[in-house]
Antibody, heavy 120, light 113 residues
Framework: QVQLQESGPGLVKPSQTLSLTCTVSGGSISSRSYYWSWIRQPAGKGLEWIGR???????NYNPSLKSRVTISVDTSKNQFSLSLTSVTAADTAVYYC????????????WGQGTLVTVSS | DIVMTQSPDSLAVSLGERATINCKSSQTVLYSSNNKNYLAWYQQKRGQPPKLLISWASTRESGVPDRFSGSGSATDFTLTISSLQAEDVATYYC?????????FGQGTRLEIK
């Protein structure tokens, strides 16, 4: 079965760039049946969809973050990545990667999540 | 963006009793061309990622116990747990996938009374 695992720094300084990678195992990220998404959750709060990418095609971003977000895919490594620029304390959250089925844009499965803290 | 509003924010139910969580969307998530509601429910236990329980408003995922059921259409939806078990303690989220950006409700925390 497909599994996803996030990786990246747990601490980022304000104004710098947050960079995370999601490694997909048990399935191909090149599958034409799925998008690959990033979702975040501040401590004790709800879920916010950040954006998604398809194996071929342009990514889609949440308009609330669009000016600061880039999502890319590396099919050779079966990974996709998130870059979020100019971070502030408001970007402190658990960041999840998840698979999204074409035509049924709910999220399954999810990675375990990685906590990113923005602090000097 | 479609705003999803859940009620209540928290709920305490006795073991074996029914739990009901509501979700309301600011716009319809019913797609008229296929008569499907683009609405999902998730369960998130402490320290874990969310788990997809139900899609299309009422279709249980494989392996989800049949005490979980979803109902509703257009803008008003309900997640029902028919007989609460101890392992059902969690926060539950609804999510619409009718339009981008996909959006979630604020969550309902379910506890044992």
């Amino acid at each position: 079965q497909v599994q996803l695992q996030e990786s990246g720094p747990g601490l980022v300084k304000p104004s710098q760039t947050l960079s995370l990678t999601c490694t997909v195992s048990g399935g191909s990220i090149s599958s034409r049946s799925y998008y690959w998404s990033w979702i975040r959750q501040p401590a004790g709060k709800g879920l916010e969809w950040i954006g998604r990418i398809y194996t071929s095609g342009s990514p889609n971003y949440n308009p609330s973050l669009k000016s600061r977000v880039t999502i890319s895919v590396d099919t050779s490594k079966n990974q996709f990545s998130l870059s979020l620029t100019s971070v502030t304390a408001a970007d402190t959250a658990v960041y999840y990667c998840a698979r999204e089925e074409l035509g049924r844009s709910c999220f399954d499965p999810w990675g375990q999540g990685t906590l990113v803290t923005v602090s000097s | 963006d479609i705003v999803m509003t859940q009620s209540p924010d928290s709920l305490a139910v006795s073991l074996g009793e029914r739990a009901t969580i509501n979700c309301k969307s600011s716009q319809t998530v019913l797609y008229s061309s296929n008569n499907k509601n683009y609405l999902a429910w998730y369960q998130q236990k402490r320290g874990q990622p969310p788990k997809l329980l139900i899609s299309w408003a009422s279709t249980r995922e494989s392996g989800v116990p049949d005490r979980f059921s979803g109902s509703g259409s257009a803008t008003d939806f309900t997640l029902t747990i028919s007989s609460l078990q101890a392992e059902d303690v969690a926060t539950y989220y609804c999510q619409q996938y009718n339009s981008v950006p996909m959006t979630f409700g604020q969550g309902t925390r379910l506890e044992i009374k």
